[in-house]
């Protein structure tokens, strides 16, 4: 099978409207009011100049803003990845950590005074853990007053 054709389409503001260049292709030049519209406005420009479907070759959008405003993208980038990375782990450190007070029969409030958190959100934890785990999640389970189910059931 043939390898997909690829062009990248540099772009950069230009007062209201995103200017368009696809370097290498003659009279690669067109604009798009938004950037989101860049992406399909070099597709139907390298489509209508082959004469090709709009499908059959890939486009990389390079947003260019100049260096200062570049690298601020790209460190607010960096950042938010880094940030994305430390809720994931929080949110697994978390799970473990309400899974095993319920489990030594702590109540949701202990579970949450300890770690921080509302007994209402130990309870969301531990009913997603519950359905993660592929287990059935009773409604119910949980007292009103915040007994583990494991205490519930001993009643």
């Known amino acids: ?32 009011r938004r950037l989101d519209d860049v992406e399909h406005m070099a597709r139907d420009l ?16 390079k947003p260019e803003l100049g260096p200062e405003l570049d690298g601020l993208v790209r460190r607010a980038r960096r950042a938010r990845a880094r940030a994305d990375e430390a809720a994931r782990a929080s949110a697994e450190a978390n799970t473990a950590a309400v899974t095993g007070l319920l489990a030594l029969g702590l109540t949701m409030r202990e579970a949450g005074q300890l770690l921080g958190l509302s007994h209402q ?8 853990g519950k359905q ?23 009643r």
């Open 1 to 32: 099978m043939a390898q997909m054709r690829s062009y990248t389409a540099t772009c950069h503001r230009c007062e209201r409207w995103w200017a368009i260049e696809i370097p290498g292709v003659r009279f690669g030049y067109t604009q798009a």
């Open 46 to 61: 390298l489509s209508l100049m082959f004469e090709v479907p709009e499908d059959s070759f890939r486009v990389v959008v």
């Open 121 to 128: 959100r130990v309870a969301q934890i531990a009913a997603a």
């Open 132 to 154: 993660a785990a592929d287990e059935p999640y009773e409604a119910g389970t949980v007292a009103e007053d915040g007994r583990s189910a494991k205490r519930v059931a001993e």
